[in-house]
Every structure is written in C-alpha cells, then in structure tokens.
C-alpha cells in the first residue's frame, strides 16, 4: 500500500508540474517515459527544444532541497534514458534538462538547464 501512496504523490506533483510547465508554453510529447536505461517524467517542447523534466518533491529541506536530491548518478540515468528516446523517435532538435522541484507547500521552482550531457 505504501507504494500506491507514493505513486499517487508522484503522480500528484508531476500533474501540478505539467499544469505549470503548459501554462508556461511548452508542449507535452510524453509521460513517464520507461525504457530499460531509466524513466523520464516528462518530455516537453519548447519551440524547437526537447525538454526532459524531471520532477522532484521534498516534504522540507532537511535532508537537502528537492533540486538537490538529483545525484550525479541519477543525472547520468536520466541522459541515457533521454538518448534511447531520441534515437528512437530520431530526433533532431537540441536537448534541455529542466528540474521542476517542489518543496513542502513553498512555490514549485522550475530549473531550467539544471544539469548538461557532455555529448
């Protein structure tokens, strides 16, 4: 049951994110994209820019802000993930890494070009 409660919370704070980011312009391609590399939360279009957002909520910060529980090592699945996507669905457009994090009932904060890919 816990897991159906934590789903549920991820789901609610993706749908507040998406609802943000839609008001904002940006388009939505796909939810939870899953593939073996990795899960990504939302891909968006900006224009002509693919937008991988990886949402992320913190009850508080005492463990660190909700931005800042993205590890390196987490980066690293989300930028494989985004590649398997982009050759699957042979996409051209320059890539952005946006974090929407949300921290206990302050405002959410949406990080554009949170984290780069070396390639």
């Given at each position: 049951m816990a897991i159906t409660a934590a789903?549920?919370?991820?789901?609610?704070?993706?749908?507040?994110?998406l609802d943000y980011?839609?008001?904002?312009?940006?388009?939505?391609?796909?939810?939870?994209?899953?593939?073996?590399?990795?899960?990504?939360?939302?891909?968006?279009?900006?224009?002509?820019c693919l937008v991988v957002v990886e949402v992320r909520y913190r009850k508080?910060?005492?463990?660190?802000?909700?931005?800042e529980s993205i590890s390196?090592?987490?980066?690293?699945?989300?930028?494989a993930a985004t590649k398997h996507y982009v050759g699957k669905m042979k996409i051209q457009s320059s890539v952005r890494f946006d974090v929407i994090a949300i921290t206990g009932t302050a405002p959410l904060?949406?990080?554009?070009?949170?984290?780069?890919t070396a390639g």
């Open positions: 789903r549920d919370r991820g789901n609610y704070y993706e749908d507040l994110a980011l839609l008001e904002q312009g940006l388009v939505l391609l796909e939810r939870n994209y899953l593939c073996k590399l990795g899960e990504l939360d939302l891909i968006m279009r900006d224009k002509r508080n910060n005492r463990y660190g802000s909700a931005a390196d090592s987490k980066q690293k699945k989300i930028i904060q949406w990080v554009q070009h949170a984290f780069l």
